[in-house]
């Protein structure tokens, strides 16, 4: 039976958009340029990537701030709109997970976002008892597109590389999977798939019941015994 590994942001919580507007927001208040290609150049990174991305933009634009000031600032205001309507999940999310635990297959979390967000974000929106094992930020020591991530989590799953499938959102999501040796599935969020992404990525699918599909579907019965 194949592992299965699951991104989080992006791909099971709609959070990539609220993350967008937290930054959209501060780069208008202190004047921050270019802050759609910083964005985009952050999406599925840790966060010591993504304060060193900050700090080239805010020096870039003139800004007496450094990057993980900006950083945290994007966070409060992201656990503030969480706090006040819920974490937001993507479509099927749920019934997703569901029908992968009832097919009998191994299923992991892997992000970039800190361990100590991951849990707590998993825990109040009910998805951690569907997981097997959970990789967060500060586990490991090189953020996607380096495969570190995923072959962490593969092996703490008991699994196999080349018998792993990875559902991510992001292009460095997908480097870091086809860099393992693994099966990466596209669903794209804010980034649409280039020429490279669409040749690494296994499938590229539109939603998380189109997932389910492929995996409950044909593929599970034809790769259900090892």
Same mark, same amino acid.
């Not at 995923?150 to 008991?158: P, Y």
């Not at 992404?197 to 997932?211: C, E, G, M, T, Y």
């Given at each position: 039976?194949?592992?299965?590994?699951?991104?989080?942001?992006?791909?099971?919580?709609?959070?990539?958009?609220?993350?967008?507007?937290?930054?959209?927001?501060?780069?208008?208040?202190?004047?921050?340029?270019?802050?759609?290609?910083?964005?985009?150049?952050?999406? =599925?990174? +840790?966060? %010591?990537?993504?304060? &060193?991305?900050?700090?080239?933009? #805010? *020096?870039?634009? /003139?800004?007496?701030?450094?990057?993980?000031?900006?950083?945290?600032?994007?966070?409060?205001?992201?656990?503030?709109?969480?706090?006040?309507? =819920?974490? +937001?999940? %993507?479509?099927?999310? &749920?019934?997703?997970?569901?029908? #992968? *635990?009832?097919? /009998?297959?191994?299923?992991?979390?892997?992000?970039?976002?800190?361990?100590?967000?991951?849990?707590?974000?998993?825990?109040?929106?009910?998805?951690?008892?569907?997981?097997?094992?959970?990789?967060?930020?500060?586990?490991?020591?090189?953020?996607?597109?380096?495969?570190?991530?995923?072959?962490?989590?593969?092996?703490?799953?008991?699994?196999?590389?080349?018998?792993?499938?990875?559902?991510?959102?992001?292009?460095?999501?997908?480097?870091?999977?086809?860099?393992?040796?693994?099966?990466?599935?596209?669903?794209?969020?804010?980034?649409?798939?280039?020429?490279?992404?669409?040749?690494?990525?296994?499938?590229?699918?539109?939603?998380?019941?189109?997932?389910?599909?492929?995996?409950?579907?044909?593929?599970?019965?034809?790769?259900?015994?090892?």
């Amino acid at each position: 039976m194949y592992t299965i590994i699951f991104d989080m942001d992006g791909v099971l919580f709609d959070s990539e958009n609220v993350d967008r507007k937290a930054w959209f927001d501060l780069a208008e208040k202190y004047n921050v340029k270019n802050i759609q290609q910083a964005f985009e150049e952050c999406i =599925g990174t +840790p966060d %010591k990537n993504i304060i &060193s991305v900050l700090d080239r933009y #805010l *020096k870039e634009s /003139g800004v007496d701030m450094s990057g993980e000031e900006f950083r945290n600032k994007t966070l409060e205001v992201f656990d503030e709109y969480v706090g006040e309507f =819920g974490m +937001p999940l %993507k479509y099927y999310t &749920s019934e997703c997970l569901a029908e #992968l *635990k009832k097919k /009998g297959y191994r299923v992991g979390l892997a992000s970039s976002t800190p361990i100590e967000r991951v849990r707590p974000q998993l825990t109040e929106t009910g998805l951690i008892d569907y997981f097997d094992d959970i990789v967060g930020g500060g586990m490991f020591v090189h953020g996607k597109p380096d495969p570190e991530i995923f072959l962490m989590s593969c092996e703490r799953l008991g699994g196999k590389p080349e018998k792993s499938i990875v559902i991510e959102d992001s292009f460095n999501g997908i480097r870091a999977a086809y860099a393992a040796g693994m099966r990466p599935i596209m669903v794209p969020d804010i980034l649409q798939p280039d020429d490279e992404i669409r040749q690494k990525a296994w499938k590229i699918l539109p939603d998380l019941k189109a997932v389910t599909e492929l995996l409950t579907g044909d593929f599970c019965t034809e790769n259900s015994i090892e």
